[in-house]
């Protein structure tokens, strides 16, 4: 983790062209949020990122009580943007699991928690 860091900082540094040095991906802004309640059975995932996004080769994976499912990752409204829709949720605990690729070739990594609730 720290050692991807430092490659990216010196690749940063390296490469010090106006994408290189925002290329790397955060996580900015995300629905479901963090530790929110969502009603219903079906969810209109978007997570919103500091850099382009390649939603071809990012992952999502919805974790709970009943096992995992790899989600159908598409591009969200922007280029920053992936998007899925989860389906047949019961109430109940849930880890969104990101994993994406941005412009720099960099893989990063995060999770989600939320809670499914009856609408
Ligand atoms: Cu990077």
Redesign the pocket.
């Known amino acids: 983790m720290i050692r991807t860091l430092l490659l990216?900082a010196i690749l940063a540094v390296g490469l010090m062209t106006p994408d290189a040095a925002q290329?790397?991906a955060v996580l900015v802004e995300s629905t479901p949020i963090v530790k929110s309640k969502v009603p219903g059975d079906k969810i209109e995932i978007n997570l919103h990122y500091n850099s382009r996004i390649d939603a071809k080769r990012s992952r999502l994976v919805l974790k709970g009580a009943g096992g995992e499912t790899v989600l159908t990752v598409r591009q969200g409204k922007t280029e920053a943007d992936i998007a899925a829709t989860a389906e047949g949720l019961k109430p109940g605990a849930y880890t969104l699991l990101w994993d994406v690729l941005?412009v720099?070739g960099?893989v990063s990594r995060g999770k989600i928690p939320f809670t499914a609730v009856e609408r």
Do not use: I, T
Request: hydrophobic share 15%; aromatic share 0%; glycine share 0%.
């Open positions: 990216c290329a790397h941005s720099d960099h």
